[in-house]
């Protein structure tokens, strides 16, 4: 069984900070590329960041220069930094990762339960 866990939403002014955190475990074999997907009320999920096992990245056009993600292979982690947030960033954010089991050894998509992320005065 594989669990993505996300943490760090909150309530942030505009123009604030907040770091996601998200932690796959159970029986890993590899993790492949890691993600942020967001969905805002009345609006289809996107992809926010990904960033592969290597370390190459890629953004939303929306979250470039403001945004960066990160991940921790050791630990199997992947991180969301947010700067200088908008009211438009306001969605809950989910963490998604391509991991193949050791049940299996065959890679799977996982997401996490979402977090909510709120922008606002």
């Known amino acids: 069984q594989v669990q993505l866990v996300e943490s760090g939403g909150g309530l942030v002014q505009p123009g604030g900070s907040l770091r996601l955190s998200c932690a796959a475990s159970g029986s890993i074999f590899s993790t492949y590329a890691m993600g942020w997907y967001r969905q805002a009320p009345g609006k289809q999920r996107e992809l926010v960041a990904r960033i592969t096992s290597s370390g190459t990245t890629n953004y939303a056009d929306s979250v470039k220069g403001r945004f960066v993600i990160s991940r921790d292979n050791a630990k199997n982690m992947v991180f969301l930094q947010m700067n200088s947030l908008k009211p438009e960033d306001t969605a809950v954010y989910y963490c998604?990762?391509?991991?193949?089991?050791?049940?299996?050894?065959?890679?799977?998509?996982?997401w996490g339960q979402g977090t909510l992320v709120t922008v606002s005065s």
């Open positions: 998604n990762a391509l991991i193949s089991p050791i049940t299996t050894m065959r890679a799977m998509n996982y």
